[in-house]
């Protein structure tokens, strides 16, 4: 069964979404072929949620109801897992010393030392994919639940309850 797309902002956040999961899977996916054991249970996490970001993806591209439910659940189980683990393995440790807004600070100072690093080395290679890791990706599914939302809060209100209300008998002679 196929449906109809609405708006704009729909098809954006359909192209969007399958176009950012595309590329996600595709940097995942050689190298958990590889070393299926030498990757943390994350990375097994992440790679599902990029395959039920396609499904939802190859869903809109062809139109079939439910693609929605689909492209935002996987865009919020990412975002669940990213920040997850960014306050287990990033931010946790700090908590004994500082307080939470410091930690989260000096957490997110030490992930841009990660960049100057890679980058004043010439490993351009692998400051790109943390920047792709740990900021557009993330940005990229807030962008994609936005776009859902907005057009979803649109589309409830061009089809108000009296559009959808059957004509009385009086109204249709």
Same mark, same amino acid.
């Given at each position: 069964m196929t449906e109809p797309r609405s708006g704009r902002n729909e098809h954006s956040a359909g192209m969007l979404a399958l176009g950012s999961w595309l590329v996600l899977a595709t940097a995942l996916l050689p190298g958990l072929v590889a070393d299926p054991t030498g990757h943390s249970p994350y990375h097994w996490l992440i790679? &599902?949620?990029? !395959?039920? %970001?396609?499904? +939802? %993806?190859?869903? =809109? &591209? +062809? &139109?079939?109801? %439910? =693609? $929605? $439910? !689909?492209? !935002?659940? &996987? *865009? *919020?189980l990412y975002l669940l897992i990213v920040v997850v683990r960014f306050l287990t393995v990033s931010v946790w440790w700090q908590l004994e010393f500082a307080s939470f807004l410091d930690a989260v600070r000096f957490a997110l100072w030490l992930k841009s030392q990660a960049l100057t690093y890679y980058f004043s080395r010439g490993r351009l290679l692998d400051g790109t994919a943390i920047i792709f890791y740990e900021a557009l990706m993330p940005a990229l599914q807030v962008i994609v639940l936005l776009g859902v939302a907005i057009s979803n809060r649109r589309l409830r209100r061009a089809i108000s309850p009296s559009k959808l209300a059957p004509e009385s008998p009086q109204q249709a002679r």
């Open positions: 790679f &599902a949620t990029s !395959v039920l %970001g396609l499904a +939802g %993806g190859a869903m =809109w &591209a +062809g &139109a079939k109801r %439910g =693609w $929605r $439910r !689909v492209i !935002v659940m &996987a *865009a *919020a």
